[in-house]
C-alpha cells in the first residue's frame, strides 16, 4: 500500500477495512470473535475491538502462511464450535448473506467449505477442481496443468471448516512446498483424506475482492458506494446524481429524503424523512430533521443536530451545536458550541465566537431571537428570546428577553469631507509632476 498505516486499516465507505469484515461476520451470526495480528500490531487489535468487543486477538509471531495464522488462535479453535469462517482482513466487501450459504454447506453435511467466484481474467488465481458438487483440490496455478489451468472457477480465499473437524484437518496441514509455509488450501485435500466432504460455493467477485494497493482500494470504495446507492434509493431516497453523492457505512436516510449532487456523508450521519440536502454540501457525525434543508455549500460537523424544518443554507458551518424546529441561518454563518432556539433567525457574516484560545464556550440564542447580519456572538452569552441583534454588533454580556443590542462604533458624518479629501490628492498630484 506504499503507506506508513497497516493495510487493514485503510478505509472504505469510511470504516476500515477490518471493520467491514468484522461487521459482516457478526451479522452472519459470529458470536466469538478471533483476531489474528502480526508482531506489535496492537493498533489493528484496538480497532477489531471496537467493532467486536468480544474480540480475542492472537499474534502471529512469524509468518509461516495462511494456516499457521489461523493455528496462532488455537485457543480459540479447541472450544467445541458450530461453525469456524476464516475470513481475512483485506477483503471488506463480503457480505453477511454470503457467509451464511457458507454456513448452510457446513450444515449440509461439508466439513469444508470454500467461497469460489468466476473471474473474466483467472490468470494467477488458484483454481477450484470439481467432480460433480464435490471439490477436489485447490490448486494454485502453478502447481496446475495445462487442463486445469482452464478452469474458471477460482478460489476466493475465504474457508469454512465444521467445529468438529477444524483442528483435525488443521493440525494435518504441512509445509512440504517450495516456500516451506503451511497452506490453507490444503484442508480441502485433507479433508477429503478423512473421508470427509468439501464443497465449494460460488459468489460474485466483488465479495472476494482483496485489497492490495491504493487503486484496488479505490476500486472496492467504487463497488462499496454503488451498493449503499443502490439501497438507499430502494428505501425511498431520491439521488438526484447517485454516482456524485457518496456514503458512508452507516449512513441514514428517512423516505422521501432528497439528495442533490456533489454531497458527501462522512460516518455518524442521519438524515430525517422529507429534509433536502443540496449540492456541494458536506455532513459528518450530524443530525437532520423532518424537512430540514442543507446548503448548498454547507458544512455540518460533529455534534450538529438540525430540529424539524431547520434551514441551514450556503456557505454556514455547523459545529456542537443545535438548532431547533424552524430556526434559520441561510448564508455565511458560522455556529459552534451553541444553541439556537426555535424560529430563531442568524443572518449572514454571523458567527459564535466559542473558543478564547483555550477552552470552548457555549452561545444559547432563544427562540425568536433575530441576529443580525456581521454580528459576532462572543461566548459565553445568552440572547433571551426574542431579542434582537443590530448588525455589526459585538455582543458581549447577556442581552434580556425581547431586548434590542447593540455593539458598535457610532456613526460620524462630515459633510463635504470626501471632496476636500479629493482636491488636496489631486493638488499633491499636481505638485509631483511639476517637480
Not at 461487521?23 to 478471533?34: L, P, R, S, T, V
Not at 432528497?258 to 424523512?273: K, L, R, S, W, Y
Not at 434551514?311 to 459545529?319: A, D, Q, R, Y
Request: glycine share 12%; net charge neutral.
Amino acid at each position: 500500500m506504499r503507506s506508513s498505516l497497516p493495510k487493514v486499516l485503510h478505509a472504505v465507505g469510511g470504516r476500515p477495512l477490518i471493520a467491514h469484515v468484522l461487521g459482516a461476520a457478526i451479522d452472519a451470526g459470529g458470536a466469538e470473535i478471533a483476531v489474528v495480528v502480526g508482531p506489535g500490531r496492537d493498533d489493528v487489535g484496538a480497532v477489531a475491538r471496537q467493532v467486536a468487543p468480544q474480540a480475542r486477538v492472537f499474534e502471529q509471531r512469524e509468518r509461516l502462511g495462511t494456516a499457521h495464522a489461523v493455528l496462532a488462535a488455537r485457543a480459540a479453535l479447541e472450544p467445541a464450535a458450530d461453525d469456524i469462517l476464516v475470513m481475512f482482513a483485506d477483503t471488506p466487501l463480503v457480505r453477511a448473506e454470503t457467509l451464511r450459504l457458507l454456513r448452510d454447506a457446513l450444515a449440509g453435511g461439508a466439513a469444508v467449505a470454500v467461497l469460489g467466484f468466476r473471474p473474466q481474467d483467472p490468470g494467477g488465481y488458484g483454481r477450484l477442481v470439481m467432480q460433480g458438487e464435490d471439490l477436489v483440490a485447490i490448486r494454485e496455478e502453478k502447481d496446475a496443468s495445462p487442463e486445469e489451468r482452464k478452469i474458471g472457477f477460482c478460489n476466493g480465499g475465504l474457508m469454512a471448516l465444521a467445529g468438529q473437524h477444524a483442528l483435525a484437518i488443521l493440525e494435518r496441514i504441512g509445509n512440504d512446498n517450495a516456500k516451506g509455509e503451511y497452506y490453507l488450501t490444503d484442508a480441502v485435500a485433507i479433508a477429503r483424506q478423512l473421508g470427509l466432504k468439501a464443497v465449494a460455493i460460488e459468489t460474485a467477485e466483488d465479495d472476494v475482492r482483496g485489497i492490495n494497493t491504493k487503486a484496488q482500494l479505490a476500486e472496492a470504495e467504487a463497488v462499496l458506494q454503488r451498493r449503499l446507492r443502490a439501497a438507499a434509493m430502494e428505501a425511498g431516497v431520491t439521488l438526484i446524481a447517485p454516482e456524485t453523492v457518496f456514503l458512508s457505512f452507516d449512513t441514514k436516510l428517512g423516505r422521501d429524503v432528497t439528495i442533490e449532487p456533489n454531497v458527501v456523508f462522512a460516518p455518524g450521519v442521519t438524515v430525517e424523512d422529507g429534509a433536502i440536502i443540496r449540492s456541494f454540501s458536506h455532513l459528518e457525525g450530524a443530525h437532520v430533521g423532518v424537512g430540514a434543508r442543507v446548503g448548498p455549500f454547507a458544512r455540518l460537523r460533529p455534534g450538529a443536530k438540525l430540529g424539524a424544518d431547520v434551514h441551514v443554507g450556503n456557505f454556514v458551518e455547523i459545529k456542537q451545536a443545535t438548532l431547533e424546529a424552524g430556526a434559520k441561518a441561510n448564508h455565511l454563518a458560522y455556529i459552534g458550541d451553541a444553541r439556537v432556539g426555535e424560529r430563531a433567525n442568524v443572518g449572514a457574516g454571523a458567527i459564535t465566537c466559542n473558543y478564547d484560545g483555550t477552552d470552548k464556550h457555549r452561545t444559547d440564542i432563544g427562540s425568536d431571537a433575530f441576529v443580525g447580519t456581521n454580528s459576532s456572538l462572543v461566548a459565553p452569552v445568552k440572547i433571551g428570546d426574542g431579542a434582537y441583534i443590530g448588525s455589526g454588533s459585538v455582543v458581549t454580556k447577556d442581552v434580556p428577553a425581547g431586548a434590542l443590542a447593540l455593539g458598535r462604533g457610532i456613526q460620524v458624518i462630515k459633510e463635504g469631507w470626501a471632496a476636500r479629501l479629493r482636491e488636496l490628492k489631486a493638488a499633491r498630484k499636481a505638485g509631483a509632476k511639476k517637480s
